[in-house]
Each structure stands twice: as structure tokens, then as C-alpha cells.
């Protein structure tokens, strides 16, 4: 699963990395987090035409037929075995698609001592590139719109599974074009989910990042 991850890009550096073209303004309101949480507000990236924008949605997927927003919190991650086929995420998977930038995601590992924190990142420190989903909705004609997102998972790879069994799904340059292409279709859409991810490294880190009021450069450091 993902459930908390760290985002302190620069917004040149996503600029570059994924041939952006506009930056929505409330995205320069986001300060950089190296401890993001469900729930809140985060950077995405959509892709309309030809044209890759930087905005904003919260973390936790809100299906545009649901009654009450807080489902949101129960759908931080889509499951990438049945995306195609579950009513949450079904419609946005096939028409909502979006890209969540990262710098690294945390992990927890359990065994008998209990859980231990580790921070997952690319081995060049290159912006990591989640598969993500969109939604919007709102409670009435009247009403304005909220965009939420999930996070898209799969079976966790070689050694990661040592350290949980699943993971976000992590994209390289063709998959994450594939994914934003509004063109693409579901089994292109699906062997880009499953495409290799960039090489990764990882290490224990301070079991602060536990809370959630922690957010500061040494959350992402190794442990003592």
C-alpha cells in the first residue's frame, strides 16, 4: 500500500521531468511535505490534448455518485488487480488518470519487534512518478467542485517484499506518457501499470514520521 509519502520537489525539477506546460496557481500555495498524509491537499499531475498541468487535489479518492465526501478516507489506494473492474475507480481509471510526484514514499516493516519505517526512493533522486486516479465531486449543482485522487498499487517487487507486499505503482518515462495519454487504451493502460519501476533505494528511518505533525528534513534521513 502507500499510505504516506514525502514531496519536497522543486517545481523546475517537475517542470523538466514531465514537460509540463501549466502550473495551476493553487498549486504554488502547497508548501514542500515530507510528510504527506491522507486527507490532505497534493501536487497531480492531468494531461488534456497535448498539454501536462501541475494542480492540486486531496488524498482520498471521492466517487462523483457518492453521497458523503468522508468515503474519501477509506480510498487512498486503487488496487491496480481490480481497477478495471471496481465502481470506485472504474470510470476515472478509463477517463481521469493523473500522475502523483514524489521524492520517495515511507514503508512500514512488522516483526516481532515491532514496526520499523523505511524511506523509499529512486537511486538518482529523480522525481518518482506514482500511477494515480482523479475524481471530482460535489453535493450539489451549486456547489463547488472537489477533486480527490488515489494513489494506484500493485504486489510489491524483488526485495521489496521484505519489506511489505505491496507497493505504489512507480513509473518510468513511456508508462507515465501511456497513463496520461488520454488515447490509451485499457491493455496499454494496464502493461504500462505493470512496466518496471526505476531503481530504487531504501533505509530505516526515525520512527517519528509515525505522526503525522512531524514534517521536517531529518524524517527522510537514516535512523541512528
Not at 55 to 74: F, Q, T, Y
Not at 152 to 179: C, E, F, K, N, Y
Not at 200 to 212: C, I, P
Amino acid at each position: 500500500m502507500c499510505g504516506r509519502y514525502a514531496d519536497f520537489l522543486a517545481d523546475q525539477d517537475l517542470a523538466d521531468a514531465f514537460a509540463l506546460a501549466v502550473t495551476a496557481d493553487d498549486e504554488r500555495l502547497l508548501p514542500p511535505s515530507y510528510n504527506v498524509a491522507p486527507m490532505q491537499r497534493v501536487r497531480v499531475i492531468r494531461q488534456s490534448e497535448d498539454a501536462r498541468t501541475l494542480e492540486v487535489a486531496k488524498w482520498g479518492l471521492v466517487p462523483s455518485w457518492a453521497k458523503d465526501p468522508a468515503i474519501g478516507s477509506r480510498m487512498i489506494n486503487a488496487r491496480v488487480e481490480t481497477i478495471a473492474q471496481k465502481p470506485s475507480f472504474r470510470t476515472a481509471f478509463s477517463r481521469r488518470r493523473c500522475i502523483v510526484p514524489a521524492s520517495g514514499y515511507y514503508e512500514w516493516r512488522t516483526d516481532a519487534s515491532g514496526k520499523q519505517p523505511f524511506f523509499i526512493h529512486p537511486e538518482d533522486d529523480a522525481p518518482l512518478a506514482f500511477a494515480g486516479l482523479v475524481e471530482a465531486w460535489r453535493s450539489g449543482t451549486d456547489d463547488e467542485w472537489l477533486i480527490t485522487c488515489a494513489i494506484v498499487t500493485t504486489a510489491a517487487r524483488g526485495d521489496l517484499q521484505s519489506i511489505h507486499d505491496r507497493q505504489p505503482v512507480m513509473m518510468g518515462d513511456d508508462a507515465w506518457r501511456t497513463w496520461l495519454d488520454p488515447a490509451s487504451g485499457k491493455d496499454d493502460l494496464l502493461d504500462a501499470a505493470h512496466a518496471d519501476a526505476p531503481a530504487l533505494a531504501w533505509h530505516e528511518v526515525d520512527k517519528a514520521v509515525g505522526n503525522v505533525r512531524n514534517n521536517s528534513p531529518e524524517l527522510v534521513e537514516p535512523s541512528p
